[in-house]
């Protein structure tokens, strides 16, 4: 199974019970340790058979002497033992999400167990779970890894086998369920056709394989790929480093990925100058870890999506190499030249991001080069229709080697004004009001180096593409205004595009409520962010240390609630604020140009624990560490339950257990709850946050808090009702009362949802 939509097509889930939907571990643990006491053997090898095999084939293990009185002698001591000691046998986490969700998706299930009827009754009963069909050791000849146990529940539920998921914890019952020819899903790390973290995980799985299209309200993360994990030890990120941190993010309810360039390329621009668009970097691991990597991320249910970036290429790639040789050369036209302007010097006055004039001479014909970056980055002639041919199979390519799609790198430069005319100057208090780009640059009025709108045709043919392949396109657009902007995503252009708002500004509460409202008001398809590897980091920009901190989470609980995707930077979900990057350290291009802009700070390796290398590397990782503390690492906060991450991962799981009431309906309204709150509310939702650094006075909240930024112990389980003191920071998610909840014993400390 590599596409989540494969699980659309199931029709039955049959869940192993120990370990699977019922957590039985000590019990199990107790009681075969009690056994091998009294048998003389040793508990450890035991333990390490007794999961997931019946009983009796455990015995006969250790006893292959024994006649079959004496084995049924011994299981029947064993069924005592476990029978009589239920008292920690809870559901597993995240069962009663799962219970909820086959429910509400009118999916049958069945447990299908190695234990005896006796003992399965009793646990499940323990366990608070009554499944509608129960098939255990004594409604078979043999038990696992025979398939006749999987066989029979399908067969008893009328259900296809093909068609039909086996959810197992243990190798002998995914041998069975493979040999009933069903797909499989795996816990506890084992290899399954899916790996799941836990059942809650599957729901989500579940829910959103009838999601359609696949990326309406995911959640997406960016990888910066050159700083997020190294798995070779050169101190630069790879795509088997990717690989190792995948449950980091499915545990963060991550649905897709995207990860910066990959392709080969000089890395002048760390990936964004590309010399061959169909080659896998080998200091990224080349094009076999980039298949390791999406099987990997598909069998967890994650997309992956790639950056497309066609405004420019580099200057090493065979098409610009040819183009220079001579002003009569095929390729010529894939970009962009003219003759000098009558002094000699550039034919227009448009300016590179990265510092001077957007033109370079080459002497070898005499003419200038256009390049909006690096003079290594030459802008592509994108009214060439020949090129616009080559990029479409670009395009396919990769879509049919696996990638779900693509973010489109600077999508709204591809086309320049056809006759090039001079950007006009903008009058001196009134500079362009945008970070990643120099003085000079923000000085210009670019109408007509940016921003032309032909480009929507070329969106509109990429998008063509894209649907063959169920693929998603979200665009890197810096419009701000977001009426604007939405003219990018209107019909069948682009299917979204990053709205900057929230990334382009510190913190002004006032403006953020104004802009947010815009831009909700503009378009349920864009894309939500705080942060990106070209800006500085969230938490710095919204006041940087803890302030920060709760602000960018005040902000993530809106996000939560709006129609479109919502997209995590790597470390946004730690709460990071800028890297320490000393002078001289850095490697940004643009932080040459323009020291205060240098976007080396939103870069630094990812800190997944403390000590030398963070997790990050074993070598000398590429840029500094950044000046990170324990408390900043991944796994100082997955072990502290008041953490950054801990509070967002509470975020996200309480928007999994929402998601039918998302689907529900894209439309969304400002509420007015009075003075000082900024809430939104979408059907039966709401998002209620108090952005400003005073408190307000008891807010009427109008359905009970499912989430509260402040108090870890509201869920959807156990929800708050009555007025609320809205804290500075503080943030909401509300639900109208659900009619019910399925009863499960679950370990709250697990987090059984
Ligand atoms: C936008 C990318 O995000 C940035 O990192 C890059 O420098 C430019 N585009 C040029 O590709």
């Known amino acids: 199974m590599s596409r989540r ?16 939907l019922v957590d039985s571990d000590a019990s ?25 095999n019946p ?34 046998v809870v559901a597993s986490p995240g069962a009663a999400d799962l219970l909820t969700a086959l429910d509400r998706l009118g999916l049958p299930w069945a447990v299908v167990t190695s234990a005896g009827t006796r003992l399965a009754k009793a646990r499940l009963a323990a366990a608070g779970v009554e499944p509608p069909m129960l098939v255990t050791i004594d409604d078979v000849r043999h038990g ?12 008893a539920l009328g259900v296809d086998p093909a068609a039909c998921l086996v959810v197992e914890d243990s190798e002998p019952g995914l041998a069975a369920g493979t040999a009933a020819g069903m ?50 030890g050169d101190g630069w990120g790879d795509l088997a480093g990717v690989g190792e941190h995948l449950d980091h993010l499915t545990s963060l309810g991550v649905d897709v990925l995207w ?28 094009e076999a870890a980039l298949a390791g990597l999406l099987a990997e991320a598909h069998r967890r249910g994650l997309r992956v999506i790639g950056d497309l970036v066609v405004n420019h290429t580099s200057d090493d790639h065979p098409w610009f190499r040819a183009a220079a040789s001579s002003a009569i050369d095929p390729y010529r036209d894939f970009y962009i030249w003219r003759d000098p302007a009558p002094d000699g010097g550039p034919p ?17 014909t005499g003419q200038y080069y256009l390049h909006l970056f690096r003079p290594e980055q030459p802008d592509l002639n994108w009214r060439n229709p020949v090129l616009v041919q080559q990029i479409d199979e670009v395009i396919e390519h990769w879509l049919a080697r696996g990638l779900d799609g693509f973010r489109i790198d600077t999508a709204a430069y591809l086309v320049k004004d056809a006759d090039l005319r001079d950007n006009p100057l903008l009058p001196a208090d009134l500079l362009a009001p945008m970070a990643g780009v120099t003085m000079d640059w923000r000085r210009q009025d670019h109408r007509y180096d940016i921003h032309q709108p032909d480009v929507h045709t070329i969106h509109e043919r990429w998008r063509r593409v894209a649907d063959r392949h169920d693929a998603f396109l979200v665009g890197e657009v810096y419009e701000l205004d977001p009426a604007a902007l939405a003219r990018f995503v209107d019909g069948e252009r682009l299917h979204s595009s990053f709205w900057f708002g929230l990334v382009e500004t510190n913190w002004d509460p006032e403006q953020i409520d104004t802009m947010l409202a815009a831009a909700v008001a503009a378009s349920p398809r864009l894309s939500w962010v705080q942060g990106n590897h070209d800006r500085r980091r969230a938490a710095t920009r919204y006041g940087g240390g803890e302030t920060g901190r709760r602000r960018s989470l005040a902000l993530h609980v809106l996000m939560a609630l709006l129609p479109g995707t919502m997209w995590f930077y790597q470390g946004e979900e730690l709460g990071l604020g800028d890297g320490h990057v000393p002078p001289g350290h850095g490697a940004d291009p643009l932080g040459a140009a323009q020291p205060d802009q240098s976007r080396d700070v939103a870069r630094t390796p990812m800190p997944w624990r403390p000590g030398p290398g963070l997790g990050f590397t074993t070598g000398r990782p590429w840029l500094p560490e950044g000046g990170r503390s324990a408390a900043d690492t991944v796994a100082a906060q997955e072990a502290d339950p008041a953490s950054h991450l801990n509070a967002l991962r509470g975020l996200m799981m309480t928007r999994r257990a929402l998601a039918d009431l998302l689907a529900a309906t894209d439309e969304v309204t400002k509420v007015d709850l009075g003075a000082g709150v900024t809430a939104y509310r979408r059907g039966g939702l709401w998002a209620v946050a108090n952005l400003r650094d005073t408190p307000v006075p008891a807010v009427d909240l109008p359905a009970p808090a499912v989430f509260d930024s402040d108090d870890a112990a509201v869920s959807p389980q156990r929800p708050k009702s009555g007025p609320v003191r809205l804290a500075p920071q503080q943030a ?18 697990r987090g059984g949802v």
């Open 183 to 232: 797909t499989t899903a795996a816990l506890r790390g084992l290899s399954g056709d899916l790996r799941l973290n836990d059942l809650g995980h599957l729901a989500h799985l579940l829910r959103r394989a009838r999601t359609t299209p696949w990326w309406r309200d995911a959640v997406g993360y960016q990888v910066y790929l050159p700083s997020f994990g190294d798995s070779t």
């Open 259 to 286: 990860l910066t360039p990959f392709f080969r390329s000089p890395m002048r621009d760390h990936g964004y100058d590309i010399a061959d668009y169909s080659a896998v970097d080998p200091l990224f691991g080349g």
């Open 732 to 749: 909401l998610l509300l639900m109208r009362p659900r009619l019910r909840w399925p009863v499960v014993r679950s370990c709250a400390r």
């Open 55 to 88: 009983s009796e084939r455990t015995v006969r293990r250790f006893f292959p002497l024994l006649d079959d009185d004496a084995v049924a002698l011994a299981v029947r001591r064993l069924t005592a033992l476990q029978c009589d000691d239920l008292s920690d």
């Open 28 to 52: 199990v643990e107790r009681a075969w340790s009690t056994w091998a006491g009294e048998n003389g053997v040793a508990a450890e090898a035991v333990l390490a058979v007794a999961h997931g």
């Open 144 to 155: 696992k890894p025979d398939p006749e146990g999987y066989l029979r529940a399908a067969a």
């Open 5 to 20: 939509s494969d699980l659309g097509k199931l029709e039955a889930v049959l869940l192993d019970m120990d370990g699977t």
């Open 348 to 364: 227009n006055n448009w300016l590179s991001h990265f510092g001077g004039p957007a033109w370079t001479f080459s002497a070898a």
